[in-house]
Nanobody, 121 residues
Framework: QVQLVESGGGLVQAGGSLRLSCRAS????????MYWYRQAPGKQRELVAA???????NYADSVKGRFTISRDNVKNLVYLQMNSLKPEDTAVYYC???????????????WGQGTQVTVSS
């Protein structure tokens, strides 16, 4: 019933920019923390950026100063603005949102389907 749809991935050259978006739809009562993860081939999924319900943000050291996470609380959206992209940023990026839905009284994490980001050198 709840669905997270990601978009914005693609192929860019090193130094370029992309903006990822993730929108949650369904019987959502509230949205708590939002996260962006990425998983490169042969590597574990890693946390890239996080934003709390109050708007506080945290970033992995590898993306600090280059990536910006933001949210739209009304539209249940989370964005990841990625600037100065490097080949090592190549990965599938996943959004992870903690939601309260009608079927639950507690917050539950939901995952997007992933969007491919490829940075060429």
């Amino acid at each position: 019933q709840v669905q997270l749809v990601e978009s914005g991935g693609g192929l860019v050259q090193a130094g370029g920019s992309l903006r990822l978006s993730c929108r949650a739809s369904g019987d959502i009562l509230s949205v708590s923390s939002m996260y962006w993860y990425r998983q490169a081939p042969g590597k574990q999924r890693e946390l890239v950026a996080a934003i709390t319900s109050g708007g506080s943000t945290n970033y992995a050291d590898s993306v600090k100063g280059r990536f910006t996470i933001s949210r739209d609380n009304v539209k249940n959206l989370v964005y990841l603005q990625m600037n100065s992209l490097k080949p090592e940023d190549t990965a599938v990026y996943y959004c992870n949102l903690y939601l309260v839905i009608r079927e639950h009284i507690k917050v539950v994490g939901y995952w997007g389907q992933g969007t491919q980001v490829t940075v060429s050198s």
